[in-house]
């Protein structure tokens, strides 16, 4: 089992949105990928209500049956359409992906 785990900072404003609404956006796209997605077990996407210094706005918390599924699933067409949306509105993106 693999793990991926996604954070963004969005920034202050992008595609004409505030950070919240562009939040709400990539959580329903990025949600929109289950059961599309060949070896992807679960995916999760959250948003920030704490608004600290420290806190990102989005994250994504996703399973994979091995690492070649997590190898699909960012070449995947679906997947690579929203990364230009995702990119556009991120000011930081952090991740981490490990293995079970």
Known sequence: MVKHIVMWRLKDAAH???PQVNARLIKEKLEALRS???GLVCIEVGIDFSRTDSSADVVLYSEFVDRRALQEYQSHPEHEAL???IG???AERRL???EL
Request: proline share 7%; no cysteine; net charge neutral.
């Open 88 to 90: 556009e509105a991120s």
């Open 16 to 18: 004409g949105n505030t």
């Open 83 to 85: 990364k230009p949306f």
């Open 36 to 38: 599309r997605i060949s």
């Open 96 to 98: 981490v992906d490990y």
